[in-house]
Nanobody, 125 residues
Framework: VQLQASGGGLVQAEGSLRLSCTAS????????MAWFRQAPGKERESVGG????????YYPDSVKGRFTISRDNFKNTVYLSMSSLKPEDTADYYC???????????????????WGQGTQVTVSS
């Protein structure tokens, strides 16, 4: 699967932004999906995971209540809606996909085999 992320940009603190990630192929619904971010000099971290059907989502405490991950399996797209953005949310944001069967930790980078190219989000104070 190939992933194409978009929607990044410059936004003021307390603003909102929605990222999109569109996957190629016809088996999108068989992939668990997630968004991660990586700021300069820092490790890549999870900001949201969603199971194949979209019925379960996972968030770290740092973004809980502000970020929402969702998916549209008919459009082969996963979204990350971000609100109340803070300067510390500034990073490159990556979508990721996993086709592994069984229970998969959708918050860990090691769980994912496919990555998008990243889209930059900058939050100004």
């Amino acid at each position: 699967v190939q992933l194409q992320a978009s929607g990044g940009g410059l936004v003021q603190a307390e603003g909102s932004l929605r990222l999109s990630c569109t996957a190629s192929g016809r088996t999108f619904s068989t992939y668990g999906m997630a968004w991660f971010r990586q700021a300069p000099g820092k490790e890549r971290e999870s900001v949201g995971g969603i199971n194949r059907s979209g019925t379960m989502t996972y968030y770290p405490d740092s973004v809980k209540g502000r970020f929402t991950i969702s998916r549209d399996n008919f459009k082969n797209t996963v979204y990350l809606s971000m609100s109340s953005l803070k300067p510390e949310d500034t990073a490159d944001y990556y979508c990721a996909a996993t086709a592994r069967s069984g229970w998969v930790d959708l918050t860990k980078t090691d769980s994912f085999d496919y990555w998008g190219q990243g889209t930059q989000v900058t939050v100004s104070s």
